[in-house]
């Protein structure tokens, strides 16, 4: 479902105006701020910045995509511009969501935006979670882009340079503001969730961009790899993929707080539509995720289906059961690895199917023990694998009890 999108303005370091659209979600207040950086001469109208932008909305998250000052339609000169000049206007833009409804708790920067985010995340006290789209680890690595160019630049002050087809004013002082950033101390000292998402193939900023920065960070962060996908990410689906990456990940930062732990307690799962086809929006406790139905049944595959979890339920409360047994009786279990598959088999002689066709659902278990077991061992761990919780749940009878509210 498509949400709202705003026209945002607001004044920039220097007094320009500054260009932006606000995503809003379809519905409802949003679940949390987000700030997009746009990639290097790239716009707020660029294809990852408007896909992100609106899948995230749909999320519940709401984005604010802008204009670098000289870009698009915000004022300035391109030329005069450079990395700190970017720096300088997301922190506006934080300043001026503060003002218009929240400061931005997820800052999202792609390619040269990454870094930016990065370099401006100390200045933006209530962000919580930074997430990097193929972003360099050396600033410097954008001069790299302006090949024979940048010669040019330093011996007259100011030169025309083409990038991707497309000329642009640029000046000594980008040149100058883009050396010399400490990125490396700026990422070890984040402070902040860190989510490095990079596509291997990326022929514009390499892939070892993304292990220099993820190696720097401390924890807590997370590496997501692009496969398949460029780096503009031009792919139909990309946007969608990416935003549902955001969306759950950064979930468990921005509605970690009291407040938001004691509104979803444990034992209690909320579930509500998020958006897109099919895609549901889940709040179990503090934890959050997406589940939904794959592209060929007509959903936008930004998590796992139903029966998915069905399964894992199964899966993962087996696992743990055997491994609590074997902890109890000093058994060397190593690990666990389960695969399991749903299934409808028709049975002839069911007497307790509760349908006509006489199908009844079948999920199998293929259990792998690792460890130096006796054959006696395995045998009783398997025994104790069918006598975990949500494995008798599932076997018992099971009555829903549905009610409308409103």
């Known amino acids: 479902m498509p949400g709202t999108t705003e026209k945002f303005q607001f004044t920039g370091r220097d007094g320009q105006t500054l260009d932006g659209r606000l995503e809003l979600p379809p519905r409802g207040a949003p679940v949390a701020v987000a700030l997009f950086a746009h990639c290097f001469t790239c716009t707020k109208q660029s294809r990852a910045a408007t896909q992100v932008s609106a899948a995230l909305a749909g ?18 000169e391109f030329a005069n511009s450079g990395f700190a000049s970017n720096v300088a206007d997301l922190v506006a833009a934080a300043d001026a969501l503060r003002e218009r409804m929240t400061a931005p708790a997820i800052l999202i920067g792609h390619s040269l935006g990454g870094a930016a985010v990065i370099a401006a995340a100390e200045r933006i006290a209530e962000a919580r979670a930074v997430a990097t789209i193929g972003a360099p680890f050396d600033v410097e690595h954008v001069l790299g882009q302006l090949g024979e160019d940048l010669a040019k630049v330093e011996a007259e002050g100011e030169a025309d340079v083409h990038i991707a087809g497309r000329a642009f004013r640029v000046g000594r002082d980008f040149v100058d503001q883009t050396r010399n950033q400490p990125q490396q101390e700026r990422i070890a000292g984040l402070g902040k969730a860190l989510l490095v998402m990079h596509a291997p193939g990326d022929d514009i900023v390499g892939i070892d961009n993304a292990g220099l920065i993820f190696a720097a960070a401390k924890h807590p962060k997370s590496f997501v790899s692009l496969d398949g996908y460029d780096h503009l990410l031009t792919d139909a689906h990309a946007g969608r993929y990416v935003a549902g990456l955001i969306a759950a990940w950064a979930a468990r930062y921005v509605t970690a707080d009291e407040a938001a732990t004691h509104a979803h307690p444990r034992g209690i799962v909320t579930v509500e539509s998020a958006g897109g086809t099919y895609t549901q929006r889940v709040q179990a406790g503090p934890h959050a995720y997406l589940v939904d139905e794959p592209a060929t049944l007509g959903g936008d595959d930004l998590g796992p289906t139903p029966y998915d979890h069905l399964l894992t339920a199964l899966g993962t409360c087996t696992s743990i059961t055997m491994q609590m047994y074997a902890a109890r009786k000093d058994i060397p279990l190593q690990g666990v690895k389960i695969e399991l598959e749903h299934s409808r088999d028709h049975v002839d002689d069911c007497i307790s ?32 694998a069918d006598k975990c919780p949500v494995h008798k749940t599932l076997e018992n009878r099971i009555d829903i009890h549905t009610t409308a509210v409103g």
């Open 353 to 384: 199917c509760n349908n006509d066709e006489n199908r009844i659902d079948v999920m199998d278990m293929a259990i792998e023990l690792v460890g130096d077991l006796t054959d006696e061992q395995r045998k009783r761990l398997l025994e104790i």
């Open 59 to 76: 999320n519940g998250i709401a984005v604010l995509r802008f204009d670098f000052t000289g870009l698009g339609g915000s004022e300035g």
